[in-house]
């Protein structure tokens, strides 16, 4: 076998379905009907793991570190709110794709400053969209609502059907049918040969310039995917809360992400997924014991996460779903990061 075969041959067996992949997705449905009073959280949750989604494919495969990701969180909730008050766009659906490719147009625009310089000045430049466009945000006032945030957000029946209802049900299946779609596609791209070229820029990009991988061209689209992404995260949290206001641009926000994919791991789609479940409940917990306190505990977590190490907690906590593939007569394919697999 040569060396183009061995390297097909392990694209193909890393992109296969695994059952213990099949089992994570059956739990996150079978949620909805063994909590029928938390539909609200789990939204929040599957939110957040869109959101961290879309950091992880430009920091854990491209390697693009940002500490503004919030900016494009913001666009896509803003142009879901504008849209549906002034009722240029009534169907979700269509306002979601709408507000993503907004959020998708920023991260072009913005994408020549952050293919520029190292680690820190990409840092510096994302954080300074973010504070720039809640400036103007606040600034626009009769346009955004400013710090009073977007007023009389109404959102349509979902597909004519489905209206949002107070407890957050149509809202909890809406989200997480977007979330699994953008996870499917998300998926097929980190296991296409685009996806292999990332890693490889990621590991050495002066490396994957010599072998003929265009670099800046692959960090500006993986950056306006990671865009589109965001914004539809953002989108999702207006259509389902009915508010936008600046907070959706804040620092708070951007920081709170990263720290899920700290907790969840890089480069593993499944890490922001799961650091979105590990943070929401960890936050819920420390709040109900220590409101003002809540922070700290969870900097607590982020020691002993560095003390134990991430491959060791992703055993512990992917024991579950693989003991029940393992029932099945399937072998595990949702590994920790780092690990090859069986």
Not at 206 to 226: D, F, K, M, Q, W
Not at 268 to 276: D, Q
Request: aromatic share 12%; glycine share 10%.
């Amino acid at each position: 076998m040569t060396t183009t075969d061995d390297v097909g041959y392990h694209a193909r067996r890393k992109a296969r379905w695994g059952g213990s992949e099949i089992a994570f997705w059956l739990l996150a449905l079978a949620c909805a009907f063994a909590f029928p009073s938390r539909y609200l959280i789990m939204t929040d949750i599957v939110r957040l793991a869109l959101f961290a989604l879309s950091l992880d494919l430009i920091l854990g495969y491209a390697g693009i570190v940002s500490l503004g990701h919030a900016a494009f969180f913001g666009v896509g909730a803003y142009s879901a709110g504008l849209l549906a008050v002034h009722g240029v766009m009534t169907q979700p659906a269509l306002a979601l794709v709408a507000a993503g490719l907004a959020a998708a147009v920023l991260g072009i625009l913005t994408s020549f400053l952050v293919i520029r310089g190292a680690d820190l000045t990409r840092l510096m430049v994302t954080l300074g969209v973010a504070l720039l466009l809640e400036a103007l945000a606040e600034s626009f006032s009769d346009l955004t609502g400013g710090t009073d945030g977007l007023q009389g957000i109404e959102m349509q029946p979902l597909l004519g059907l489905f209206p949002f209802d107070m407890f957050g049900r149509t809202g909890f299946f809406y989200s997480l049918t977007v979330l699994f779609l953008l996870f499917l596609l998300a998926r097929r791209i980190v296991h296409s040969p685009f996806g292999l070229s990332l890693r490889a820029i990621r590991n050495n990009p002066l490396r994957a310039s010599a072998i003929g991988i265009p670099v800046n061209r692959r960090l500006i689209e993986v950056y306006t995917l990671a865009a589109f992404y965001a914004g539809i995260a953002g989108a999702l949290f207006t259509q389902t809360t009915a508010l936008a206001s600046l907070d959706v641009f804040s620092f708070e926000r951007s920081a709170d992400l990263l720290l899920v994919v700290v907790i969840g791991g890089t480069g593993y789609l499944y890490g922001g997924l799961i650091g979105a479940v590990l943070f929401r409940m960890l936050q819920e917990l420390f709040s109900s014991i220590t409101p003002q306190y809540w922070q700290f505990w969870i900097g607590l977590v982020l020691v002993v996460i560095a003390l134990v190490g991430r491959q060791r907690l992703h055993r512990w906590v992917l024991c579950i779903p693989n003991r029940i593939a393992q029932l099945g007569g399937r072998k595990p394919a949702v590994t920790a990061p780092g690990s090859d697999g069986p």
